[in-house]
């Protein structure tokens, strides 16, 4: 009987884990699988759709069963075969289920005027029917957005701390139209005694499926328009442009290219010009001219980096970042910076911190900065949907590596030691409490399910016997025994020795046969002898067998398989498959006969 096994440090398995049997025991009752209830794979032609549809119903049609018991069973089986055809037998429709699921199959309707429409124009639609639809629900989510940085000076001591420089900002975004969305910010800050502040309109506006634009201005002096702009390109790029235009200044402009390299890592291309902080007065000196090349990546199935180095006419730096999770709920970050000019070295500066998941919607961290001429700075942040808050405490005017060490490595060695003592064995001990929970919650569908396979399994007999009958008189295709659930097998590796090959196969099958708990696996023989057509069985991949007509779930939340014995021209063969593997029969691989 399987289990599900995680490291002692790590609960993202079982998480993920818990996650999609939640969505499961939502599934339990709701639309099924129409390319698992048809057994047809996910790139099937609309003729073979339409081959199977017209296979099963005339096997579950009402009107071939006689009592009314029967039919009702039939009639059950039959309004979900129907349901499913009536899907994937539209074009529309499908493009439709294959992005949004059921859900987007009454949009399909909106599609029937446009006959001139591909089935990719189709799918392109409800593609972005479902952007549309995410970006909806994140908006119902986050309607506004703020962020506050308080930064404190405790050089000397915390008794001696004293406020530096207060900065607030908020925004809230409101749907104007159907497309264009307003977003109105304010910001103020205060340092030194002195401070300033502005409040900001800005109105987006998509400019069809791949590009947007947006502009904002501010109701305060001074007045400085600015202008961005977005594209998707071809091949996986993405370019957009930023231009900035100040009362007597000349504009600063900002245009970014950025490109998937691979699955998991982007490069980007940021060229400026012009001073990005031209209104100010007097005029700041941050992002001036010049240009940045950046690498973005993922290392390994945990860590992923971020390296820039960027040359500008008064001076260039070169940063790495570099993220390691320790589990699903806990980061580390450590990262370095230099800094020069035509003048010489300016800085070299390094940060440590760590990041965590306090909850589903809310993060929180530490992070200490350091560097030859920045001195010491820590930051403690927190995040919950779209607000932030910030508190950088100034430790230190220069270099302390005491005050580094304090400040750092002692916050992560508690963080740490916390988070693997006491954090991640709580999280693992409520996650499996939840999932012994899912599981016996889903003890009560099982009865139902059972049931339901059973009777349809009762109406496929009849096909079934009459197939098997004549397989054996002409030593076809003859289905002897079929398990489906939780069998203890594994997969057979690849083995160019044939014989070694077989014997691995036949070891799998036998442990199946031999461990098969039956209220973990149950029989579809009858079922999977119904389906075999012309001395043949092709079951599609991509979607659970659970859906098939004769099965169901017999173990909830343990990763399932199909076990098939079979007998072809006089020779047994045997079959172990996943869940969601195809399967076709007869093949000369599995057999075992001598």
């Given at each position: 009987m399987?289990t599900?096994?995680?490291?002692?440090?790590d609960?993202?398995?079982?998480?993920?884990?818990l996650?999609?049997?939640?969505?499961r025991?939502r599934?339990?009752?709701g639309?099924?699988?129409?390319?698992g209830?048809?057994?047809?794979?996910?790139?099937?032609?609309?003729d073979?759709?339409?081959d199977?549809?017209?296979?099963?119903?005339?096997l579950?049609?009402p009107d071939r069963h006689?009592?009314?018991?029967?039919?009702?069973?039939?009639q059950?089986?039959f309004h979900?075969?129907?349901?499913?055809?009536e899907?994937?037998?539209?074009?529309?429709?499908?493009?439709?289920?294959?992005?949004?699921?059921?859900?987007?199959?009454?949009?399909a309707?909106?599609?029937?005027?446009?006959?001139i429409e591909t089935?990719r124009?189709?799918?392109?639609?409800?593609?972005?029917?479902?952007?549309r639809?995410?970006?909806?629900?994140?908006?119902q989510?986050?309607?506004?957005?703020?962020?506050?940085?308080?930064?404190?000076s405790?050089?000397?001591?915390?008794?001696r701390?004293?406020?530096?420089?207060?900065?607030l900002?908020?925004?809230?975004?409101?749907a104007?139209g159907?497309?264009?969305?307003?977003?109105?910010?304010?910001h103020m800050?205060?340092?030194?005694g002195?401070?300033?502040?502005n409040?900001?309109?800005?109105?987006?506006?998509?400019?069809?499926?791949?590009?947007w634009?947006?502009?904002?201005?501010?109701l305060l002096?001074?007045?400085?328009l600015?202008?961005?702009?977005?594209?998707?390109?071809?091949?996986d790029?993405?370019?957009?442009a930023r231009?900035?235009?100040?009362?007597?200044r000349?504009p600063?402009?900002?245009?970014t290219?950025?490109?998937?390299?691979?699955?998991?890592?982007a490069?980007?291309?940021t060229?400026?010009?012009?001073?990005?902080?031209?209104?100010?007065?007097?005029?700041a000196?941050?992002?001036?001219?010049?240009?940045?090349?950046?690498?973005?990546?993922k290392?390994?199935a945990?860590g992923?980096?971020?390296?820039?180095?960027?040359?500008?006419r008064q001076?260039?730096?070169?940063?790495?970042?570099?993220?390691?999770?320790?589990?699903?709920?806990?980061?580390?970050?450590?990262?370095?910076?230099?800094?020069a000019?035509?003048?010489?070295?300016?800085?070299?500066?390094?940060?440590?911190?760590?990041?965590?998941?306090?909850?589903?919607w809310?993060?929180?961290?530490?992070?200490?900065?350091?560097?030859?001429?920045?001195?010491v700075?820590?930051?403690l942040?927190v995040?919950?949907?779209?607000?932030?808050l910030?508190?950088?405490?100034?430790?230190a005017p220069?270099?302390d590596?005491?005050?580094?060490?304090?400040?750092?490595l002692?916050?992560?060695?508690?963080?740490?030691?916390?988070?693997?003592?006491?954090?991640?064995?709580?999280?693992?001990r409520?996650?499996?409490?939840?999932?012994?929970?899912?599981?016996?919650?889903?003890?009560?569908?099982?009865?139902?399910?059972?049931?339901?396979?059973?009777?349809?399994a009762?109406?496929?007999?009849?096909?079934?016997?009459?197939?098997?009958?004549?397989?054996?008189?002409?030593?076809?295709?003859?289905?002897e025994?079929?398990?489906?659930?939780?069998?203890?097998?594994?997969?057979?590796?690849?083995?160019?020795n044939?014989?070694?090959a077989?014997?691995?196969?036949?070891?799998a099958?036998?442990?199946?046969?031999?461990?098969?708990?039956?209220?973990?696996?149950?029989?579809?023989?009858?079922?999977?002898?119904a389906?075999?057509?012309?001395?043949?069985?092709?079951?599609?991949a991509?979607?659970?067998?659970?859906f098939?007509?004769?099965?169901y779930?017999?173990?909830?939340?343990?990763p399932?398989?199909?076990?098939?014995?079979?007998s072809?021209r006089?020779?047994?063969?045997?079959?172990v498959?996943?869940d969601?593997e195809?399967?076709?029969i007869?093949?000369?691989?599995?057999?075992?006969?001598?």
């Open positions: 399987h599900t096994t995680t490291t002692d440090g609960v993202s398995d079982d998480e993920t884990l996650r999609d049997l939640e969505q025991a599934d339990v009752d639309p099924a699988d129409h390319y209830v048809l057994n047809v794979a996910r790139s099937a032609s609309a073979d759709v339409r199977a549809y017209r296979r099963l119903s005339r579950f049609h006689q009592s009314a018991e029967r039919r009702q069973w039939a059950q089986q979900l075969i129907q349901r499913a055809y899907v994937l037998g539209s074009p529309a429709a499908r493009a439709a289920y294959d992005v949004l699921g059921d859900e987007g199959v009454p949009l309707r909106t599609a029937v005027g446009h006959k089935a124009d189709l799918q392109a639609r409800f593609e972005r029917e479902a952007r639809r995410r970006v909806e629900d994140i908006e989510l986050v309607q506004s957005r703020s962020e506050a940085v308080a930064t404190v405790c050089v000397g001591g915390l008794r701390a004293a406020p530096q420089q207060l900065a900002s908020h925004s809230f975004a409101a104007l159907d497309s264009a969305t307003a977003v109105v910010a304010a800050f205060s340092r030194g002195r401070g300033g502040g409040v900001t309109a800005t109105v987006r506006r998509p400019l069809g499926a791949s590009a634009a947006s502009l904002a201005a501010p002096p001074p007045h400085v600015t202008l961005e702009a977005g594209r998707q390109l071809r091949g790029a993405y370019a957009s231009v900035t235009q100040a009362p007597r000349a600063a402009a900002t245009l290219l950025s490109r998937m390299l691979t699955a998991s890592a490069a980007a291309l060229v400026r010009t012009g001073s990005q902080y031209a209104w100010a007065e007097p005029p000196a941050a992002e001036p001219s010049g240009v940045a090349l950046s690498l973005t990546a290392h390994g945990r992923d980096f971020h390296v820039e180095a960027a040359a500008g001076q260039s730096h070169v940063t790495a970042k570099y993220t390691h999770a320790v589990d699903a709920r806990l980061a580390l970050v450590a990262g370095a910076t230099v800094t000019s035509a003048r010489g070295l300016h800085d070299v500066a390094c940060r440590v911190g760590l990041r965590a998941a306090v909850s589903d809310t993060t929180a961290g530490w992070r200490v900065d350091f560097g030859l001429a920045s001195g700075v820590a930051t942040h995040r919950r949907l779209g607000h932030r910030r508190l950088p405490l100034v430790l220069g270099l590596l005491g005050v580094v060490a304090a400040a750092a002692a916050p992560l060695a508690v963080a740490l030691a916390v988070n693997t003592a006491v954090l991640a064995p709580r999280r693992r409520l996650v499996r409490q939840r999932l012994a929970e899912l599981r016996d919650e889903q003890l009560a569908q099982l009865h139902r399910l059972k049931r339901r396979a059973e009777e349809a009762r109406l496929m007999a009849p096909q079934a016997e009459r197939s098997q009958r004549a397989a054996r008189a002409a030593a076809g295709l003859v289905i025994r079929a398990l489906y659930g939780d069998l203890p097998f594994a997969t057979a590796a690849q083995n160019s044939g014989v070694a077989a014997l691995d196969a036949a070891a099958s036998l442990a199946a046969l031999a461990h098969a708990d039956e209220p973990r696996a149950c029989d579809v023989t009858v079922p999977l002898a389906l075999v057509a012309g001395d043949q069985l092709v079951i599609a991509g979607a659970s067998k659970r098939l007509p004769g099965f779930d017999p173990a909830f939340g343990a399932k398989a199909l076990f098939v014995r079979y072809f006089g020779a047994v063969h045997e079959a498959v996943r969601d195809a399967l076709a007869p093949l000369k691989a599995h057999s075992i006969t001598a």
